[in-house]
């Protein structure tokens, strides 16, 4: 069964019968779903839970054929979405730092979107001063955007 008619039946079983759904095979395999607006919610989830959900899902499903494989699922583009509100706060945040000194902590994340910020940072020349870290484990992990070369503070307990 190809990827594309494994997630359509997932997806009907799920109850969402009128999602369109593009597969684009490459490095990472790219499931692109689109629904109507209603029922996006149930396939992202909170804070794209249930996408990652999905992603496991399909790795589990293919995992015997190529263990290394990856996928990415998106609805109604909601990663690049997310992936702009991230890195809009990641901005404030930094800005907050230069501004006042004081390290910036954000709240919980999950590991891709710790990741859109540690990149953003990382890259974004006007921020050349500041670093991002993550302190904690599993779901209780939280990051941290702070000026270079200063110790850890007493926001990390």
């Given at each position: 069964?190809?990827?594309?008619?494994?997630?359509?039946?997932?997806?009907a079983h799920m109850g969402v019968e009128d999602a369109q759904v593009e597969v684009e095979e490459g490095e990472t395999t790219l499931v692109?779903?689109?629904?109507?607006?209603?029922?996006?919610?149930?396939l992202i989830g909170y804070h794209?839970?249930?996408?990652?959900?999905?992603?496991?899902?399909?790795y589990m499903a293919y995992a015997r054929e190529d263990q290394s494989r990856k996928f990415l699922v998106?609805?109604?583009d909601y990663k690049e979405r997310r992936n702009t509100q991230l890195q809009e706060m990641a901005r404030s945040a930094a800005?907050?730092?230069l501004e006042s000194g004081q390290p910036y902590a954000f709240s919980?994340?999950?590991?891709?979107?710790?990741?859109?910020i540690h990149e953003?940072?990382?890259?974004?020349?006007?921020?050349?001063d500041l670093e991002s870290y993550s302190v904690g484990d599993g779901p209780r992990r939280r990051l941290y955007i702070r000026r270079k070369g200063e110790?850890?503070?007493?926001?990390?307990?």
């Amino acid at each position: 069964m190809t990827i594309q008619d494994f997630t359509q039946r997932l997806l009907a079983h799920m109850g969402v019968e009128d999602a369109q759904v593009e597969v684009e095979e490459g490095e990472t395999t790219l499931v692109r779903i689109n629904v109507p607006e209603e029922e996006s919610g149930l396939l992202i989830g909170y804070h794209g839970e249930c996408l990652t959900a999905l992603q496991r899902v399909l790795y589990m499903a293919y995992a015997r054929e190529d263990q290394s494989r990856k996928f990415l699922v998106n609805v109604n583009d909601y990663k690049e979405r997310r992936n702009t509100q991230l890195q809009e706060m990641a901005r404030s945040a930094a800005e907050k730092v230069l501004e006042s000194g004081q390290p910036y902590a954000f709240s919980f994340l999950s590991p891709s979107e710790r990741l859109v910020i540690h990149e953003f940072i990382a890259n974004t020349p006007e921020f050349s001063d500041l670093e991002s870290y993550s302190v904690g484990d599993g779901p209780r992990r939280r990051l941290y955007i702070r000026r270079k070369g200063e110790s850890a503070t007493t926001l990390e307990a």
